[in-house]
């Protein structure tokens, strides 16, 4: 059994004839599990599910890690919920982060995951962040994608960590588990010692020093990249052969 878990925007989608070639490829391999790792809600990932013509997944994981889905009816794990709701308190964070110059609240806010805009001036915003959540005791961590977008979710959250919680589930090893992302909600993810790729299309915010060493740097964009993450691994060959 293997775990492919990847990102949707920009990651997934983008190439709908790459993304073909992945479906094709995939269909092929019975034991590969597909998990859609995400920062948009339930709801948005239901639409771009829609909009793009996906497959359906084994796991939707949400909300940048804190919302886990399980299955064809997306029964929500509320094992992980309880694992993650730990010294947290979205309404003190609200309270907390209300008056900082330049963070703009975004219009959807979520159980686990409080979101802004930030478009100027990170490299003082977000350690003041840090500063008012630590001082309230808040175990949190920010999350900054796309020079636009700044989540801040419970520490014990995360891509990774939620990955992490569905490959043990699945009782596979890191190693039977391929991570694709573009952007800066994508770190956690790639660097939680799954194997790794970063597609061709990726963000400036992802670069050599935001990510261990053995990630592979896809030439090819968008899901091209996924496949050519495959091949790069040996993915897709039976595991007494890799
Ligand atoms: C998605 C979410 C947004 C979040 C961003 C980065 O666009 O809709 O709330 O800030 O991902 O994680
Ligand atoms: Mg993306």
């Given amino acids: 059994m293997k775990l492919l878990a990847t990102d949707l925007d920009n990651t997934l ?7 073909h070639r992945l479906v094709v490829l995939l269909s092929a391999h019975h034991d590969v599990s597909i998990a859609y790792v995400t920062g948009r809600d339930k709801i948005q990932t239901f639409e771009i599910m829609d909009a793009e013509c996906l497959c359906e997944p084994d796991y939707t994981l949400c909300n940048v890690g804190t919302e886990i889905y399980v299955g064809p009816d997306y029964r929500r794990d509320d094992a992980w919920t309880r694992h993650i709701d ?30 802004y805009h930030l478009f100027h001036k990170a490299d003082i915003v977000i350690p003041e962040i840090h500063e008012r959540l630590d001082e309230i005791g808040v175990a949190h961590k920010v999350i900054y994608s796309s020079g636009t977008d700044l989540d801040v979710i419970p ?21 039977n588990v391929l991570a694709a992302g573009d952007s800066g909600n994508d770190v956690g993810l790639l660097s939680a010692g799954f194997l790794a790729v970063v597609v061709g299309n990726h963000k400036a915010e992802l670069n050599a020093d935001a990510l261990p060493e053995d990630v592979y740097w896809a030439r090819e964009s968008y899901a091209g990249g996924i496949i050519e993450g495959t091949q790069h691994f040996g993915f897709l060959k039976p595991a007494d052969v890799v």
């Fill in 86 to 115: 730990h010294h947290w308190d979205r309404f003190a964070v609200q309270e907390a982060l209300a008056t900082i110059p330049y963070l703009f609240q975004q219009s959807r806010q979520f159980e686990f995951k409080q979101s």
């Fill in 13 to 19: 989608t983008g190439d709908r004839a790459a993304y």
């Fill in 155 to 175: 520490a014990k959250a995360g891509k990774g960590e939620a990955v992490d919680y569905v490959r043990k589930r699945l009782r596979i090893r890191r190693k």
